[in-house]
């Protein structure tokens, strides 16, 4: 099982790095995990709606293009469903036994996700009504990820 996040936006602060980084070391000895950026598209200011959509376009066409078939496409939206740990754990054990290869985790740009993006989802995940800087959520994605890993272990890690 490969575990990979789709992100659109560079990371560049070196904490949130360092922190991903304890994570993926952590998971090395249950997944391989894969961190790949993708370029944003700049927003003017004041831009239109048709112009919002557009951008979502374009980053939607780049996030399409790292998925596979034999991916478990899970979205990060605020309209998500809300899971417990334990639950969020169980998708992911859930996803190796029907065979998939990886499972993915999307995370959009600032606008958010294209519609076609949302269609080719699983599951659509949230962590809450609130919003949280997208560069922060991949840590907080990368520690929930190895935590779910820690729960199918039994693992105190999670108490």
């Known amino acids: 099982m490969k575990v990979k996040i789709i992100a659109v936006g560079k990371l560049k602060e070196k904490y949130l790095k360092d922190g991903i980084a304890e994570y993926r070391k952590r998971m090395s000895r249950f997944t391989k995990f894969e961190m790949i950026e993708l370029p944003d598209e700049q927003t003017p200011d004041k831009a239109s709606e048709a112009q919002n959509q557009q951008i979502m376009e374009k ?79 991949r840590l907080v994605l990368s520690e929930q990820i190895y935590r779910a890993f820690m729960i199918q272990q039994g693992s105190p890690y999670h108490k």
């Open 59 to 137: 980053e939607g066409d780049r996030i399409l293009a790292k998925l596979s078939e034999r991916d478990y496409v899970i979205i990060l939206a605020i309209e998500g469903e809300m899971l417990s740990s334990e639950a969020f754990s169980q998708v992911i054990s859930d996803a190796t036994v029907r065979g998939y290869s990886s499972i993915a985790f999307v995370i959009g740009g600032s606008l958010g996700l294209a519609d076609k993006v949302k269609q080719k989802a699983n599951l659509k995940l949230s962590f809450g009504k609130m919003t949280l800087p997208h560069q922060l959520m």
